[in-house]
């Protein structure tokens, strides 16, 4: 009910009361003393009692209902005001799309998703959508991408999308081989061999040199060419490689880690203070577009990209050298040789640290796949007809 | 068919002489009031033709009532309803 608690103060109450029931107006009484009383009126009567010509001083003391949320918004108007503009203004971010995110290593793949997403509605800074969109616009990529694309979901997360993507494996045909024959990539010792077709030439533990013929693709009966094939097989072999490293004996290390988000950011002195970022990345590489910037005082506010950074601190020592360095020689050996190798035997053939680095000499031997294809000289080949004939 | 009609009536009724109590309650007519130790009730008066510390005289439709007693202040004033603080002694009860 919306209502006034009104406090009359002045001599004889009751001429007072009197013209209330002169005037019809209506009241509760609530409380009473000699010279006062306290009344509950509806608000049309206290604007009413508001009229009367009276000598009593008239104090409000309560409100209920209406006159109470009044007088609250004129008493606490920029307090009210702002909380409902955070509000708002929340409701209104918590509505728009602030990321979009394709999950898949193949950029154009991404590239193409993102372009469709726009295409059917679904862009960055616009308004999320609802559930039926979601799917329609998932159906139709499904619909335009189905030569690329075997499946694919839309799904919100807080403020962003994420979109998985599983693409349509298209199986190549294979290429009809011409006749060749297996080669060394490189000089090494024979391990093992694995051929499916062809002949093998070679056998294991025998030292070969770079370019000999493995396995052949000239298929012979007593010096007699009986068929050309395209030879197939794998060799692994040992080679030796000596890897030089020079460190230094301390090392940080900055990575990337692919996330990264756009934060609004107060700078004051050396403090950075973020809006709305509820999850601050512990190190990141920062890019800031000034938005407003005070001439004189250190006070600026930035729209700020940030990109998550990991940061690794290595110290190398002489007791744990070969165990932290061993990893990095592999790693090295591995960037230039491909992950498909074994190491058989390490060592160390030179140390020594000058003006804080370490200078490193290592011997590795590794099993390799030393397996290369060379296709055969049909010229080279004696023809067996013309011999004949 | 005659069985619906007498299950009707019976249950027109059965409600009427439910209903009828509940409407009395929520929308009194008539005028009455009620007497308790401390204080009067008063429903449906039409005006209040005078207040004092021992009387107060009240027009209702047909009638008008005189209270007598001692103490009296008007606690409650509505339209329809009247609530009187004090002791009541003597009503008087005259018909227009």
Not at chain 1, 109 to 138: C, M, P, S, V, W
Not at chain 2, 10 to 21: A, E, K, Q, Y
């Amino acid at each position: 009910m919306n209502s006034y608690y009104i406090k009359i103060e002045g001599k004889r109450i009751y001429r007072f009361i009197e013209n209330l029931i002169r005037f019809k107006i209506n009241f509760q009484k609530i409380k009473e003393g000699s010279n006062y009383c306290v009344l509950e009126v509806t608000m049309e009567d206290f604007e009413r009692i508001k009229k009367l010509h009276t000598s009593y001083q008239i104090t409000v003391v309560k409100r209920k209902g209406l006159p109470y949320f009044i007088y609250l918004w004129k008493k606490k108007k920029l307090f009210l005001g702002v909380c409902l503009f955070c509000f708002f203004l929340l409701t209104f971010l918590s509505h728009l799309i602030f990321d979009i995110k394709v999950i898949h290593t193949d950029k154009d793949l991404r590239d193409t998703i993102y372009a469709d997403l726009k295409e059917f509605g679904l862009e960055k800074y616009h308004f999320k959508i609802n559930y039926q969109k979601k799917e329609e616009i998932r159906n139709k990529i499904l619909e335009k991408e189905k030569d690329i694309i075997e499946w694919l979901e839309i799904e919100e997360v807080g403020t962003t999308y994420q979109i998985k993507v599983i693409p349509r494996v298209q199986k190549e045909e294979e290429e009809e081989l011409a006749p060749r024959s297996v080669v060394a990539k490189k000089s090494g010792m024979i391990l093992s061999i694995e051929a499916s077709t062809g002949e093998v030439v070679v056998q294991r533990n025998q030292y070969v040199e770079k370019g000999q013929e493995l396995i052949t693709g000239i298929i012979k009966n007593k010096e007699e060419v009986k068929a050309l094939v395209p030879a197939t097989g794998k060799v692994y072999a040992e080679v030796w490689y000596d890897v030089k490293m020079s460190l230094p004996l301390k090392y940080r290390e900055e990575s990337k880690t692919g996330e990264q988000k756009q934060v609004l950011e107060l700078h004051f002195l050396n403090k950075d203070y973020s809006f709305f970022d509820f999850s601050p990345y512990a190190t990141s590489k920062n890019t800031e577009k000034v938005l407003w910037k005070h001439p004189l005082l250190p006070f600026k506010i930035t729209y700020t990209k940030k990109e998550e950074v990991e940061v690794e601190e290595t110290r190398y020592d002489e007791g744990d050298l070969l165990e932290k360095v061993e990893p990095l020689a592999l790693s090295k050996l591995q960037e230039q040789l491909g992950e498909d190798i074994e190491i058989l035997e390490r060592k160390v053939l030179k140390k020594s640290t000058n003006l804080g680095r370490i200078e490193l000499e290592l011997f590795f031997k590794v099993k390799e796949d030393i397996t290369a294809y060379q296709d055969i000289d049909l010229q080279s080949i004696p023809n067996q007809e013309e011999e004949e004939s | 068919m005659s069985s619906f009609i007498l299950h009707k009536s019976i249950l027109g009724d059965v409600s009427m002489r439910l209903w009828n109590p509940i409407e009395d309650y929520i929308e009194d007519r008539e005028f009455h009031f009620d007497v308790f130790d401390d204080r009067i009730h008063v429903v449906n008066y039409l005006e209040i033709l005078s207040v004092g510390d021992e009387k107060i005289i009240i027009l209702g439709p047909h009638q008008k009532i005189y209270l007598y007693g001692s103490s009296f202040s008007l606690s409650k004033l509505f339209d329809q309803e009247l609530l009187i603080d004090g002791k009541l002694l003597k009503v008087e009860v005259t018909y227009e």
